[in-house]
């Protein structure tokens, strides 16, 4: 009797144990308990949002706005890829726009969208991104949400680091992720240490057109360049870089680049690099690029330049420097003050916060511990700040609250970890859902943070949304920082994929937003101001078509005396001076996408007739109730 | 006429330079689909959208019921209402200075018959919009249906709420005749208790 006690006991005991065991390993998953979260985030119909959020399209390779809080998509801005949707990349006017030096390169991989600013906060009137995988940097215009510039970066090997602002637009920077040989050559892929080399270029940005242009390129020594900040304050003038493979592997990097204890951040002078160019010291080095923009007839221009300065950085002392970092860091972010520099090592137990003022008395003594490839190196205990201890795994990127905290994205421990500035010491922590990348605060790279809440622009989703099939949603998760502790708020799906993001108050760009384009000003050559200036032009085997739409109806619609073999341009104006309402234009069988005409503009498709017969053409966005009368038909003659 | 009569009326003749630089009516077009407005504006010398581009979006949208495009250009009375405004303006300054009774019932008249002509025409040609309608072409025929906008209120007209009301110059101009009337009143009130004292 006593021994089947004992034995019934042992069995509950172990189940209680093995309960115990698994309960403490499972995931925990936040299930309920959200309180006044749909409150926060509730925009009720027919009210705006507070933010506007530019998020990274990545391997779409485009720009989408959403609102904030509510996570509500507004718009995809196309802008390294083509989009049928809008005819951008297939009508003739921005077809120039994705023109490159490899040819018309129609996608690209876009990863950091950046907010112009003045005095190092958001001035609400372009956004930059990078391509990455031919490297390039596109400007938007924030009055029309649309890609008005692109410029290819020469001597590149992909252009992650980028583009990072200088405090008043001086300079969008762009540094090489691959080194490669430069300039190019066919040599063995095992001769890396030997030929191969970074760059780190400066783009100037025009303070009023806002027109970019290659200032010059700094020579730097062959490691990965992966993520920049550029000073603010004290620190104005620098700019931070982080790298690595300091191994200098060409092969299973994963391995091979991962064995030092530390890597580096660069710290380039650009006021000295400024000051060198203007003193001549730049070299002229062959280096043919495209430089493609919008001009004031709204029509793209592709200009293919020839040359670029450039200057090598070990041959200018005083111009880059590196400072050791753990573990192959991946974000590089300089906080509101200016004074600190975080890295996020991406292996590393620890944030180390390097400090700008001890790295400058640390020059100033000559605190070296040695060189790397003629740059020299700083010693980390001369510069470190301080190190945020045991915040998590894997830190990658830290924004800013204004409040005197950062927040670390941490990817393999899948959380946010909020720290002091100062103290180092970790104040709380959120899980996200799952392996969050970047982060983002309203303003949280700039001088002065908006605050508000956190966005965590998350890798994985897994069994965060209804599923559909192999790929899933791409997603972020909004997170209120107001209170002591941070509150997750929200779940909202992304376009793909979501690396970095920016957000600026509604308020700062909402009443700029373009309406229509007066017909009076369209200066297009192809444009036409009223419908009695519709008319076919033929040109040996080229036929302009000057078509004009108006609800609800195309000028002219019976078009005839068109030949198999022909070209055909179709220069729809769309003549509408009111708000929302754009006409599409499609034709069946063109082999390129439709048009998407905005009011008082014009844009122009190629089309070129196969056989002959008569063909419909029709508009595509629905305009008014006699939308589907729209059409019109072309008699192709053999 | 009583020293502050004689401003009153000099104050209400100036009061009419405002109808040069507002718009003397103004009739606006409510539908759902325009949360940002669209209206057309009288003003003394032109016709014109409340907003930029509203004028093309109006005629643009009458293209559908048949109506004319309304051309500020083809309509003649908006050369001669500046004059017109003009002299009677100058009719009440010299009523002002002159400090004559007679003067003052005569500028009255002269006022009020130019503020009924001019709604009259108004009037007809809102009328003539609404009613002389290209029914061979209009794309939206209801039968028994006109869109002729309402000299002052409201009216549905298909989906669109017209609502027609004076504008800023208009109620220059209504404040102004108002004044006129007054001071005439006030006179000819003073002018019968002032015979029998002289007696």
């Known amino acids: 009797m006593k021994r089947t006690l004992i034995v019934a006991m042992g069995f509950v005991l172990s189940i209680i144990g093995i309960a115990a065991i698994f309960g403490g390993c499972s995931p925990k998953k936040e299930v309920g308990g959200f309180g006044d979260a749909a409150e926060k985030v509730y925009v009720a119909p027919g009210s705006y949002d507070e933010f506007y959020a530019f998020m990274s399209g990545g391997f779409s390779g485009q720009v989408s706005v959403y609102g904030l809080p509510s996570g509500r998509l507004f718009r ?37 969208p950046q907010l112009s600013v003045t005095d190092g906060q958001s001035d609400g009137r372009w956004l930059f991104i990078n391509g990455n995988n031919t490297p390039r940097i596109a400007r938007m215009d924030l009055t029309t949400f649309e890609t008005v510039e692109t410029i290819e970066i020469p001597n590149s090997g992909g252009n992650h680091g980028s583009p990072f602002l200088t405090p008043n637009n001086e300079y969008v920077v762009a540094s090489t992720r691959f080194s490669v040989p430069i300039p190019q050559q066919d040599v063995s892929i095992s001769s890396y240490k030997e030929n191969f080399k970074g760059t780190i270029t400066f783009i100037s940005v025009d303070s009023v057109t806002g027109r970019m242009k290659i200032a010059f390129q700094i020579l730097v020594p062959g490691i990965n360049y992966d993520l920049s900040r550029s000073g603010k304050g004290p620190s104005h003038g620098w700019s931070f870089f982080s790298s690595y493979n300091s191994e200098q592997a060409n092969t299973q990097l994963e391995v091979n680049a991962s064995k030092n204890d530390k890597d580096f951040i660069a710290a380039v002078n650009w006021k000295l690099a400024e000051e060198l160019i203007a003193q001549g010291k730049g070299q002229d080095w062959t280096a043919s690029h495209y430089h493609n ?48 520099i975080v890295a996020g090592g991406k292996l590393a137990a620890l944030i180390p916060v390097h400090s700008f003022s001890k790295f400058k008395k640390a020059v100033e003594g000559n605190e070296f511990e040695g060189e790397f490839d003629g740059i020299p190196i700083v010693k980390y205990e001369s510069v470190i700040a301080g190190e945020v201890k045991d915040p998590g795994l894997g830190p990658l990127h830290t924004e800013f609250d204004g409040q005197g905290f950062g927040y670390t994205s941490m990817f393999l421990s899948s959380e946010i970890v909020k720290w002091k500035i100062g103290t180092w010491e970790v104040v709380d922590r959120i899980p996200t859902y799952y392996s969050i990348g970047h982060l983002m605060i309203p303003g949280g790279d700039t001088k002065q943070p908006y605050g508000k809440y956190v966005v965590a622009l998350n890798k994985i989703t897994k069994d965060r949304y209804l599923p559909t099939g192999p790929e899933l949603t791409q997603a972020a998760q909004l997170i209120d920082i107001t209170g002591d502790k941070m509150k997750l708020l929200l779940d909202f799906p992304t376009i793909g994929e979501p690396h970095y993001a920016q957000a600026l108050p509604a308020t700062m760009i909402k009443d700029r937003s373009v309406r229509w384009y007066p017909i009076a000003e369209n200066k297009n050559p192809f444009a036409i101001k009223a419908e009695n200036e519709s008319r076919i032009e033929r040109d040996g085997k080229t036929v302009h078509v000057y078509m004009s739409t108006i609800r609800t109806h195309f000028v002219p619609d019976n078009i005839e005396g068109i030949k198999v073999g022909d070209k055909v341009y179709f220069h729809v104006t769309n003549l509408e001076q009111d708000w929302d309402v754009p006409h599409g234009f499609s034709v069946m069988g063109a082999t390129t996408s439709e048009l998407l005409v905005m009011p008082g503009q014009t844009r122009t498709l190629l089309w070129e007739p196969k056989m002959a017969g008569v063909i419909p053409f029709y508009c595509t966005d629905f305009c008014s109730a006699l939308h589907q009368e729209m059409q019109g038909w072309i008699r192709v003659s053999s | 006429m009583k020293p502050f009569s004689r401003i009153s009326i000099a104050v209400a003749a100036l009061l009419l330079t405002l109808t040069y630089f507002l718009p003397l009516w103004e009739i606006e077009l409510i539908a759902p689909q325009y949360p940002e407005g669209l209206g057309m504006e009288i003003w003394i010398n032109q016709v014109q959208g409340q907003h930029p581009g509203d004028l093309a979006k109006i005629n643009n949208l009458n293209h559908y019921i048949g109506m004319k495009h309304i051309k500020p250009e083809s309509i003649p009375e908006l050369r001669i209402m500046p004059w017109i405004m003009r002299a009677v303006m100058l009719f009440g300054l010299a009523v002002a200075i002159s400090g004559r009774k007679w003067m003052l019932t005569a500028w009255l008249v002269v006022f009020l018959v130019v503020a009924l002509a001019g709604l009259v025409d108004f009037y007809l040609w809102g009328y003539d919009y609404g009613h002389n309608l290209d029914l061979e072409n209009a794309i939206i025929k209801v039968p028994g249906m006109t869109y002729q906008p309402p000299l002052i209120g409201s009216k549905k007209l298909l989906n669109f709420e017209a609502v027609s009301l004076p504008g800023f110059g208009g109620w220059a101009a209504i404040g102004s005749v108002l004044t006129g009337a007054l001071v005439w009143f006030m006179e000819m009130r003073r002018a019968r208790k002032v015979v029998p004292n002289v007696e």
């Open chain 1, 76 to 112: 995809v801005i196309p802008v390294f890829s083509v989009d049928p949707e809008k005819g951008y990349g297939y009508s003739e006017e921005t077809k120039p726009l994705l023109m490159t030096s490899h040819g018309f390169v129609p996608w690209d991989d876009a990863h950091h």
């Open chain 1, 293 to 340: 923009y919008m001009d004031d007839a709204d029509v793209g221009q592709s200009e293919v330049l020839n040359s670029v300065k450039v200057l090598v950085a070990k041959d200018h002392p005083g111009l880059m420097y590196y400072l050791p970092t753990p573990k192959s860091p991946h974000g590089c972010d300089v906080d509101p003050s200016g004074e600190y």
